[in-house]
């Protein structure tokens, strides 16, 4: 990015929360300078994000757009251990590599690395992640910094290199049939470790999603 698209990346908080309807900041920030994004799509941003792309895009300020959430305080994601399978589908979703473990051994948060994306959440097939307010009373970017955004996008790059290399360089040598092989096994290891969960712990109640 260049020009007005890379001045308003900057702007942004890194969360790559996905809220604004993109998937990642860099493309919301794409949007917003091609005039195909309003500049009121980003929770995390706030009012004062709000403020911040209508100073450089000259646009008028709006009221945050309801649709793609709600301004509130961070949030930080809080695996229950004893009731993680180990399935590892939190850490591909998360885009800042914030959440560390191992197939089949329970994960856990760095807290230092969670932006509060809330991406965890949906994957996780028992429902062992739930999210703290991390900044109870400030919101937007009162709850935020240009430091740790900063390291949430060197971090998200990171995990964008990890992902990449873990790709076949050469996708038309790559078996067709490997990427249905991966689900097929993915799926029977979390079924597997489903069924150790439920025999281990059959009352033991699932943490709510908020």
């Known amino acids: 990015m260049t020009g007005l698209a890379a001045r308003i990346h900057d702007a942004l908080p890194q969360t790559q929360c996905t809220r604004c309807g993109y998937p990642d900041c860099a493309g919301y920030a794409q949007a917003v300078a091609d005039g195909t994004a ?10 004062e994000g709000i403020a911040r792309l209508a100073r450089l895009t000259g646009r008028e300020p709006l009221p945050l757009d309801p649709q793609f959430g709600t301004e509130g305080p961070r949030a930080m994601a809080v695996i229950d251990e004893a009731w ?51 900044t109870p009373g400030r919101t937007g970017w009162q709850a935020w910094s240009e ?43 979390v079924e597997a470790a489903l069924a150790r969960a ?10 709510a999603k908020p």
């Open 38 to 47: 309003e500049i009121n799509q980003c929770p995390p941003g706030g009012a």
């Open 84 to 134: 993680c399978i180990g399935c590892t589908l939190c850490l591909d979703a998360c885009p800042t590599d914030a959440i560390v473990g191992i197939n089949k051994r329970m994960h856990t948060v760095i807290e230092a690395h969670c932006t509060g994306c809330e991406l965890c959440i949906p994957v996780c097939p028992v429902d062992c992640i739930s999210l703290e307010a991390e």
């Open 198 to 207: 439920r025999a281990a712990s059959p009352q033991r109640p699932r943490a």
């Open 147 to 189: 430091a740790q955004a900063k390291a949430a996008l060197q971090r998200y790059k990171l995990h964008g290199a990890h992902r990449r290399a873990g790709r076949p360089q050469d996708k038309e040598a790559a078996p067709a049939a490997e990427p249905q092989a991966a689900d097929t096994r993915k799926r029977s290891i």
